[in-house]
């Protein structure tokens, strides 16, 4: 059985540069920023906050059911506790890519 490190760190390099592209390079995302940031002034300014909010869960909500699907069809079979010996995995892979556990500026690279 693979590492939970070793299949993140190869699909990583995927995913990243549009990621960085969409939250850096358009509008939706430089939204997403600004709620995120202050979302009174957000709100003041005339973004969609409802809207772009509900859209942003749902899109998460797709990848988690997306990654649920892929790991039911690699076990074939599901279950409650079927993500529990990832869970220490993810919260550290988390911490140790950088990420603010208080807050502070969101950045996809390290800086």
Do not use: E
Not at 37 to 52: D, Q
């Amino acid at each position: 059985m693979c590492s939970p490190f070793r299949s993140a760190s190869s699909s990583g390099p995927s995913w990243r540069p549009f990621a960085c592209f969409w939250l850096h390079g358009t509008r939706s995302g430089s939204l997403i920023f600004a709620i995120g940031s202050n979302p009174l002034v957000s709100k003041l300014s005339g973004v969609p906050i409802r809207r772009l909010t509900l859209a942003t869960y749902v899109i998460s909500g797709l990848c988690a059911g997306l990654a649920g699907l892929l790991l039911l069809s690699m076990n074939g079979q599901g279950y409650v506790g079927i993500g529990d010996p990832y869970l220490l995995f993810s919260i550290a892979a988390v911490v140790l890519g950088g990420t603010s556990i208080l807050g502070g500026k969101a950045h996809i690279w390290a800086r």
